[in-house]
C-alpha cells in the first residue's frame, strides 16, 4: 500500500512567517512521529502520537512548535514565528502498534528553509 | 551521555566487498530494541534490521546482519558484498524500554562505495 506522504516537500519561507507541514502516515498505524533533522546531524525526536491519547511532546523545542493530529489520520505540525535555526529536514513516521519490530515507517521529509 | 554513539562520520568500501558499521549505545533498561536505518540522498529513511535484546541470535536481512555484543553493548551493521547503491548515510537507533516514545537516533555514518 501507499507509504507515508509529506506536503510540503520543500518549503522557504521568510524568518517570522508561521509554516504548517503535513504528514499523511501509513493507513491503519496508531503511532506517528515527528523528528527534526539538522544539516548534517541525526535525528531529533520532535513529538508523538498513539491512537486518541495524549500526544508526548516532550521532545517539542519551544512554544513555537506544535502539532496535531485528527484521529489516526493526518497530522500537522506547525512553526510559528520562525527563525533561521528552525531550517532542517522534518520527517514523518509513522508504525503500526503492536508490530513486535515497532518499525517506524518515515515519509521524504519536507525540507524547510527559513530566510 | 549518549544513548546512540556512531563513532564513523565518514567510511569507505571497495565495491563488493563487506563493510562494519559501528554503534554503540547506553541504557539501563533490560528491553530494549536496535535499529538500522538506511538514507540515501534523496532523503528517505529505509529501515534496515531490528534486534531485540533479548533476542538469542543475531539479526540477518539479506546482505545486512547486525552483529549483537550485549555485554559490550554494541549492535554493529555489517554489509556484505557492498553495491554501489548502498552508498548513503546509516543511522543506527535504539527504541528503550517499551516505550513507543523514546526513540533514540545516533549521527549516522556516511558509506561510499568505490566502483
Known amino acids: 500500500g501507499a507509504g507515508v506522504s509529506q506536503s510540503p516537500s520543500n518549503k522557504v519561507t521568510e524568518k517570522g512567517k508561521d509554516v504548517e507541514l503535513r504528514c499523511d502516515p501509513i493507513s491503519g498505524h496508531t503511532a506517528l512521529y515527528w523528528y527534526r533533522q539538522r544539516l548534517g546531524q541525526g535525528l531529533e525526536f520532535l513529538i508523538y502520537?498513539?491512537?486518541?491519547?495524549?500526544?508526548?511532546k516532550s521532545g517539542l523545542p519551544s512554544d513555537r512548535f506544535s502539532a496535531e493530529r485528527t484521529g489516526e489520520s493526518v497530522s500537522t505540525l506547525t512553526i510559528q514565528r520562525t527563525q533561521q535555526e528552525d531550517s532542517a529536514v522534518y520527517l514523518c513516521?509513522?508504525?503500526?502498534?503492536?508490530?513486535?519490530?515497532?518499525?517506524?515507517?518515515f515519509g521524504p521529509g519536507t525540507r524547510l528553509l527559513v530566510l | 551521555a549518549q544513548k546512540i554513539t556512531q563513532t564513523q562520520p565518514g567510511m569507505f568500501v571497495q565495491e563488493k566487498e563487506a563493510v562494519t558499521l559501528d554503534c554503540t549505545y547506553d541504557t539501563s533498561d533490560p528491553s530494549y530494541g536496535l535499529f538500522w536505518y538506511k538514507q540515501p540522498s534523496s532523503g528517505e529513511m529505509i529501515f534496515l534490521i531490528y534486534?531485540?535484546?533479548?533476542?538469542?541470535q543475531n539479526a540477518t536481512e539479506g546482505r545486512y546482519s547486525l552483529n549483537f555484543q550485549k555485554a559490550r553493548k554494541s549492535a554493529n551493521l555489517v554489509i556484505s558484498a557492498s553495491q554501489l547503491g548502498d552508498s548513503a548515510m546509516y543511522f543506527c537507533?535504539?527504541?528503550?524500554?517499551?516505550?513507543?516514545?523514546?526513540?533514540?537516533f545516533g549521527s549516522g555514518t556516511k558509506l561510499n562505495v568505490k566502483p
Open positions: 513516521a509513522s508504525s503500526p502498534h503492536g508490530d513486535r519490530q515497532e518499525t517506524q515507517y
Open positions: 537507533a535504539m527504541r528503550e524500554g517499551n516505550n513507543f516514545n523514546k526513540f533514540y
Open positions: 534486534q531485540g535484546s533479548y533476542d538469542q
Open positions: 502520537f498513539q491512537g486518541n491519547s495524549a500526544p508526548d
